[in-house]
């Protein structure tokens, strides 16, 4: 146990030499939005560790040394960076449906006549999942003595990955450093956040049916129809039919027009659905590993012959 031990401290510390330390600093912070408590470098031993596994076991049960390098590129990735994306995205969804609600809480605790910060305390101890979980943090810098301004804008710059727990944020303190009456200034942006989010899920419901039309044809129905030609082209090859065509390339070409296809399926579901690009960007990773593994499955079963 202690040699085990000794070998992830070298680990970790060898991610720490050869990662800048900015970029470290960077993910740690996106550990944090994930509520993933290790540190950077931990982190990335741990998804080197499950990659190195995975690639391996790949290479047991098909003893190829391609697949291996693919298993363990997807499984590093997974765990690197779409896993605590995927944690954020959640989390963050958790913490605005929670919103208008923790801000009524909190209007209701200062017309009952108690200040600001002792209402912040008081909402730090009520039930709203990972939003009580921020607040907590939010009211323990304060007793550790700092500015109630300046915990509450570190609060909104910990979630700036949301604009609307951001924004929401930027106007609470601009109208506290102003001296606006909180409690109405607290029920008009809650009403305002429960009225986006009403809108957000409507959006999401219209556009379903078309997420999951391109979903079935870019991440599933294409990649496979193509890997069916790949398998027929095979098939015209070996059959002496005197048709010569470069299997090998064949397949390469179709597989990365699958991928290209799958990423660019998923950034028009991102902004179709949110409106975004950078989720685009998240789905369009997500659905070319769909579609590559779609496509290498097509080629394998035989359908063609």
């Known amino acids: ?156 710059l910990r979630n700036k990955r949301s604009p609307i727990i951001y924004r929401s944020m930027m106007i609470i303190i601009e109208a506290l450093e102003r001296g606006a009456p909180m409690a109405d200034v607290l029920v008009a942006v809650g009403n305002d956040v429960r009225e986006i989010l009403r809108i957000k899920n409507e959006r999401k419901a219209s556009t379903g049916m078309q997420m999951m039309f391109f979903l079935t044809s870019g991440g599933f129905v294409g990649p496979f129809i193509v890997a069916v030609v790949s398998n027929i082209a095979k098939f015209i090859t070996l059959s002496n039919a005197g048709i010569q065509i470069p299997v090998s390339d064949l397949r390469i070409i179709l597989w990365l027009f699958s991928i290209i296809q799958g990423f660019v399926t998923g950034v028009g579901i991102g902004v179709i659905r949110e409106g975004k690009f950078s989720t685009g960007l998240r789905f369009g990773v997500l659905i070319a590993i769909m579609a590559g593994i779609v496509f290498w499955v097509g080629t394998r079963i035989g359908i063609g012959f």
């Open 1 to 156: 146990m202690p040699e085990n031990k000794g070998f992830g401290v070298k680990v970790t510390k060898a991610i720490e030499r050869i990662v800048p330390k900015k970029y470290l600093k960077r993910y740690d912070l996106l550990l944090y939005s994930a509520g993933i408590d290790f540190k950077a470098s931990e982190y990335i031993a741990i998804s080197l560790a499950l990659g190195i596994i995975g690639g391996a076991t790949v290479f047991i049960l098909v003893n190829s040394v391609k697949l291996l390098l693919i298993s363990f590129l997807v499984i590093f990735a997974t765990f690197l960076y779409v896993y605590p994306n995927f944690r954020i995205i959640k989390r963050i969804e958790e913490m605005e449906r929670a919103l208008p609600d923790a801000f009524f809480y909190l209007a209701g605790s200062l017309r009952a006549g108690v200040s600001f910060s002792e209402a912040l305390e008081e909402l730090s101890t009520a039930k709203f999942g990972a939003l009580t979980r921020e607040f907590m943090r939010t009211v323990a810098e304060m007793k550790r003595g700092r500015p109630t301004v300046d915990a509450l804008r570190a609060f909104a």
